[in-house]
């Protein structure tokens, strides 16, 4: 199960990155439960030293309650610190989309305007993804056939979970 999630989550932040999102941190938060603090070793052996592994005190408030989320959830803030989006399963399976996704929205999205916390040359990266998922989109929508086809046109809305 660490192998797994760690080996999935490395090569999310090798793509990402390799994209040019750059400067991103990854926390992974241990469970508070006594089974989960005595395989704190393997977990943190098991992801990269590009993704801190937190270690909850068996006294301390639960991080998941406090934040109102659940193990195996995915919390993603944007550069000020904002939560933008908050999976739960199924959809905080890195097998899915909605991860990735959810990261490259938080990550391009401008919402107040000039940031110094903005990356050189951002525009053009998050100007190509959105470019490469239209892309994608257009590979998969179906193609009208027939002497009286007509062209739909087709709005999709990103849901937040």
Not at 28 to 48: D, M
Not at 101 to 115: D, P, Q, R, T, V
Not at 118 to 139: H, Q, S, Y
């Amino acid at each position: 199960c660490f192998f797994t999630f760690s080996t999935r989550l490395e090569d999310l932040r090798v793509k990402l990155e390799n994209e040019g999102l750059v400067n991103i941190s990854y926390v992974v938060v241990n469970h508070q439960g006594t089974y989960s603090q005595r395989k704190f070793h393997l977990l943190k052996e098991s992801v990269s030293d590009y993704i801190s592994v937190y270690q909850q005190d068996e006294q301390q408030a639960d991080v998941w309650t406090t934040l109102n989320g659940n193990k195996d959830d995915f919390l993603i803030y944007d550069r000020c610190g904002r939560l933008v989006y908050h999976l739960g399963l199924p959809y905080s399976f890195l097998s899915f989309q909605y991860v990735e996704e959810s990261i490259k929205i938080a990550y391009c999205e401008n919402k107040c305007g000039n940031c110094s916390y903005t990356e050189p040359g951002i525009d053009d990266i998050c100007e190509n993804i959105t470019k490469k998922a239209e892309e994608k989109l257009a590979e998969i929508e179906p193609k009208p056939t027939g002497q009286h086809s007509h062209h739909h046109n087709l709005h999709r809305r990103r849901q937040h979970h």
